[in-house]
């Protein structure tokens, strides 16, 4: 089965100075991110049959190529600034980053270095300790461990349900996501299948 690729439904609010963003990087990362996010939805919309002038096949062949010239510009970024916090580019341009580091699947250490970096920034409120739980278990995920917080997801074998894939110590998991500021598994899994519902009726 298809490893759903999450984004996420939360976004953890902070305060910056506006007169520390670079706002130069900031647009490069937006960028990117647009450029990412024009295959996804355009894939979105292949899948749900709204438009039919390319298959998604083509489609897939095109965000792998695009992931991987992403990746080229956001690890040269990385590389020279580190992570890309709230006080550099800002809360959006911050998440876009993010984002972009979460679709490098096929550059786990990539993912690794980038974890540990927001990590530090999460912890001083300079990132998000929601979207570091979504790379937490990419990463785990990326390289054959349990995953932590049960943010990435699958469908079930009937195709009816996405369910969470294997995670450590699975009774304290609403304990561990609570931490991080997500909702009970219970309650993600229904947002999942509520807002995924038509695909899954298609399948």
Do not use: C
Not at 53 to 72: A, E
Not at 108 to 132: C, H, R, W
């Amino acid at each position: 089965m298809t490893r759903l690729l999450i984004s996420t439904f939360l976004i953890f609010l902070t305060n910056f100075a506006v007169g520390q963003i670079d706002s130069n990087l900031s647009r490069q990362v937006d960028s990117l991110r647009d450029e990412d996010q024009k295959w996804r939805n355009l894939m979105t919309k292949a899948k749900n049959n709204e438009v039919d002038s390319v298959s998604p096949d083509k489609i897939g062949n095109q965000i792998r190529l695009t992931d991987s010239l992403n990746f080229i510009q956001l690890k040269k970024l990385f590389d020279q600034y580190g992570y890309l916090g709230y006080d550099k580019v800002g809360q959006v341009s911050s998440t876009n980053f993010w984002l972009l580091a979460q679709h490098a699947d096929r550059h786990p250490s990539f993912q690794d270095s980038v974890l540990s970096k927001m990590k530090i920034e999460a912890e001083k409120g300079n990132a998000s300790l929601t979207y570091y739980a979504y790379l937490v278990d990419r990463v785990k995920i990326n390289t054959g461990q349990l995953q932590i917080y049960g943010t990435q997801m699958i469908l079930n074998s009937t195709k009816t349900s996405f369910i969470s894939m294997p995670t450590v110590d699975p009774e304290k998991l609403n304990e561990r996501r609570k931490s991080v500021g997500l909702p009970s598994i219970e309650d993600y899994i229904q947002t999942m299948n509520n807002h995924y519902y038509g695909d899954l009726q298609k399948k």
